[in-house]
């Protein structure tokens, strides 16, 4: 199994609880990296934090919560070697793995109810990156980041 590192602002705590409970059920281990509490605070912040432990091989997969799941999106993807997609569904989370080698799942805690985001979390980290086209595409990726 492996270690998931998981984080979110003030408006993802509940989703967060909701993901983590699944994943530690399903035998991962879980790097929560908070925020603990309500007190609103910055998601580019928390973003980094779980970039960081993915690109340090702390953890193989990161996923992020915000409200829309867009904010920690777009932050997580300034991170080189990050590939981060906004989750809705079961689809999209199998294709960005199988595609894109996507390595963060976000979710809008927001805009994407609890069942809906445990079914795409399950589907994401079952599907394996298939490689083949893929790997040039992402390479290009990995080529123009910076
Ligand atoms: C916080 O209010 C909200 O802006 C944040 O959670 C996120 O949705 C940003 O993209």
Known sequence: MDTIAIASDHAGPQLRAELRAALEAAGHAVLDLGTDGTQSVDYPDFAAAVCRAVTEGRARFGVLVCGTG?????????????????????????????????????????????????????????????????????????????
């Open 70 to 146: 867009i904010g920690m999106a777009i932050a997580a993807n300034r991170h080189r070697g990050i590939r981060a997609a906004v989750l809705h569904d079961t689809t999209e989370a199998r294709l960005t793995r199988a595609h894109n080698d996507a390595n963060v799942a976000c979710f809008g805690a927001r805009t994407t109810g609890v069942e809906t985001a445990l079914d795409a979390l399950r589907a994401f980290l079952a599907q394996p990156f298939e490689g083949g086209r893929h790997e040039r595409r992402v390479a290009k990726i990995e080529a123009q980041n910076g």
